[in-house]
């Protein structure tokens, strides 16, 4: 609680291009809870080293996120939007609270399982203790509320298994956070293969809509998307694809997938698939706009990226001074 405001923390990784899964499933949401809580939202660069990245490519990503953030609709001078290297108390609670995670627990995550199959060349430290890093991430800022996709539950979860564990020895340090998870949109799947979810790491473009493909783009991938042979329009799992596709036209139109299915009666996957292109393209449009002015505006974005990590860094050491004491770090001699 800051003031008679919650406390909401989220952040995404500035690898690669970001998808339609991730703004519907969290970026979205973001943008709807900001004016509710007092809100910090991380560009998490450190957690992208966790798989090999070139420099220049990380940091030019990095700053096109943080614009993102801004053109999807958050105000940074009422939200604090930051480079997580910026504020090093991530890096110090990290350190503590891997003295708080067990082996066991790590080994279960489900994202570092999939990771190192897919990087079996790399399977650094790192990859394995990035959930420490995200506890520490949320719980530096005493986050009441965290707005994510499906797919990051499982690390949330343990966020809040070490939090309990470290006020069980210590008294309340740390609040516990809770999830947020939108009603529509927190899985998107690949239009390639409805049983995979949609991600930015995918090799077949024609899988992901990048929230900055032009409109022909994103049309043309909604045609190609992988249905079945059903030929019925109905929101339920045997068809993955369509239920994927009308998600999708859910999340973008505010409608619910009933009153979908009843527009679509009848129809053939074409007409669907239209509509949701259109759908997509006018939520997509205006945001790439708004991108294109801020690209203008360097100094505006250097003057958020200064401010914001001094305010950020603000909150991240009172949480990281109360834990390094009762932890039993000696005390600062003025
Ligand atoms: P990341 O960067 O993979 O994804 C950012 C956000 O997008 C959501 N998301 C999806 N939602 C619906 N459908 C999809 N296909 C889809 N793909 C991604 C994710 O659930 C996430 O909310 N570890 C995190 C980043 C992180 C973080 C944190 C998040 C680091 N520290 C602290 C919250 C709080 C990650 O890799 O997200």
Known sequence: MIGDKKVLFSGMQATGNLTLGNYLGALRNWVTLCDE??????????????????????????????????????????????????????????????????????????????????????????????????????????????????????????????????????????????????????KIMSLQDPSKKMSKSDENPNASIYLLDDADTIRRKFKRAVTDSEGVILYRDEQPGIKNLLDIYCACTGKTPDEAVREFDGCGYGVLKEAVGDAVVNVLVPLQERMKELEKDKAYIDRIIRQNAERASYTAMKTLRKVQKKVGFPERVR
Not at 72 to 101: M, R
Not at 122 to 138: E, H, K
Request: glycine share 4%.
């Open 37 to 186: 809580y007092e809100c910090y939202y991380s560009v998490v660069d450190m957690h992208s080293i966790t798989v090999r990245q070139d420099p220049a490519v990380l940091r030019k990503n990095a700053r096109r996120l943080l614009m993102l953030y801004i053109a999807a609709g958050i105000d940074p001078d009422k939200s604090i939007l930051y480079y997580q290297s910026h504020v090093s108390a991530h890096a110090e609670l990290a350190w503590i609270l891997n003295c708080f995670t067990y082996m066991g627990e790590l080994n279960r995550m489900t994202q570092f399982k999939d990771k190192s199959a897919k990087h079996a060349d790399n399977i650094n430290a790192g990859l394995f203790t990035y959930p420490v890093l995200m506890a520490s991430d949320i719980l530096l800022y005493q986050a009441d509320v965290v707005p994510v996709g499906i797919d990051q539950m499982q690390h949330l979860e343990l966020t809040r298994d070490v939090a309990q564990r470290f006020n069980a020895i210590y008294g309340d340090v740390f609040t516990i956070p809770e999830a947020y998870i939108g009603k529509v949109g927190a």
